[in-house]
């Protein structure tokens, strides 16, 4: 049976740092992407080699939701670790690009180990764009 577990954080995870009006959903399946961006605010979501998926989000609309913090404590929490996440992937409410932010954030995480895919996904038009490597001149 599909089951999904809503995270209350600001019981579970006594950080400062994480923002409030924040919600963590862990499915213990991998929904579809369409299934997951249905939502006028920027999500994350994080893949799991072990068959889970984490969504994150702050209800905010362009801006990124989850710290490399938050993203390595909820992946401990599923039994996986940022090594073995298979793919993280965030919305654009708006049509643009990768920001800077994005880059930077991408940038980090392949720093502390991530080895798979960052995407960048469209929900009105249900496509998905792939980080392509960045330059570490561009982050300097
Ligand atoms: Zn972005």
């Given at each position: 049976?599909?089951?999904?577990?809503?995270?209350?954080?600001?019981?579970?995870?006594?950080?400062?740092?994480?923002?409030?009006?924040k919600?963590?959903?862990?499915?213990?399946?991998?929904?579809?992407?369409?299934?997951?961006?249905?939502e006028?605010?920027?999500?994350l979501?994080?893949y799991?080699?072990?068959g889970?998926?984490?969504?994150?989000?702050?209800?905010?609309?362009?801006?990124?939701?989850g710290?490399?913090?938050?993203?390595?404590?909820?992946?401990?929490?599923?039994?996986?670790?940022?090594?073995?996440?298979?793919?993280?992937?965030?919305?654009?409410?708006?049509?643009?690009?990768?920001?800077?932010?994005?880059?930077?954030?991408?940038?980090?995480?392949?720093?502390?180990?991530?080895?798979?895919?960052?995407?960048?996904y469209?929900?009105?038009?249900?496509?998905?764009?792939?980080?392509?490597?960045?330059?570490?001149?561009?982050?300097?």
């Open positions: 049976m599909k089951k999904i577990t809503v995270l209350v954080l600001l019981v579970l995870v006594p950080l400062a740092s994480f923002a409030q009006n919600r963590v959903l862990v499915y213990d399946y991998q929904p579809r992407l369409e299934e997951i961006f249905t006028p605010f920027e999500v979501a994080i799991t080699k072990n889970k998926t984490i969504t994150i989000t702050s209800h905010l609309v362009n801006r990124v939701n710290s490399l913090e938050e993203i390595e404590y909820y992946l401990n929490l599923v039994g996986s670790n940022l090594e073995s996440a298979k793919s993280i992937v965030h919305n654009h409410p708006t049509p643009n690009r990768w920001s800077l932010q994005d880059k930077k954030f991408y940038y980090e995480l392949k720093r502390e180990g991530f080895k798979g895919e960052f995407v960048l469209f929900p009105w038009s249900k496509s998905e764009r792939h980080m392509e490597k960045p330059k570490a001149e561009e982050f300097k």
